[in-house]
């Protein structure tokens, strides 16, 4: 199983960012996937996650409005589409695999089991 998060980089407050991640080595569509990010002396948090079929999507209070998550299933690949963007969304962002199927995607970081490395994105004001 392998997760290989993209597109991150430097973009003035107000611009557009589309993180990519690509996955491999496990049936893409039966799994959930999250998208979380970490600031430097901050706890992981969830940004948003996706359902195996991309009929479901949720997103964190802090991003909604703002950020798109969406999947293709044909490509094995998760995206995250951030508009308007906030020195406040500066972190380290990272795509993961939830364990198991559900209906439902999940927000705790215990639901997943993989991860990838992580992309990072910064904000300037």
């Known amino acids: 199983v392998q997760l290989q998060a993209s597109g991150g980089g430097l973009v003035q407050a107000g611009g557009s960012l589309r993180l990519s991640c690509a996955a491999s080595g496990f049936a893409f569509n039966w799994h959930n996937i999250g998208w979380f990010r970490q600031a430097p002396g901050k706890e992981r948090e969830w940004v948003s996650c996706?359902?195996?079929?991309?009929?479901?999507?949720v997103e964190a209070d802090s991003v909604k409005g703002r950020f798109t998550i969406s999947r293709d299933n044909v490509k094995n690949e998760v995206y995250l589409q951030m508009n308007g963007l906030k020195p406040e969304d500066t972190a380290v962002y990272y795509c993961?695999?939830?364990?198991?199927?559900?209906?439902?995607?999940?927000?705790?970081?215990?639901?997943?089991?993989?991860w990838g490395q992580g992309t990072l994105v910064t904000v300037s004001s």
């Open positions: 993961a695999r939830e364990r198991r199927f559900r209906p439902f995607c999940q927000s705790d970081t215990g639901f997943y089991d993989y």
């Open positions: 996706i359902s195996g079929s991309g009929g479901t999507t």
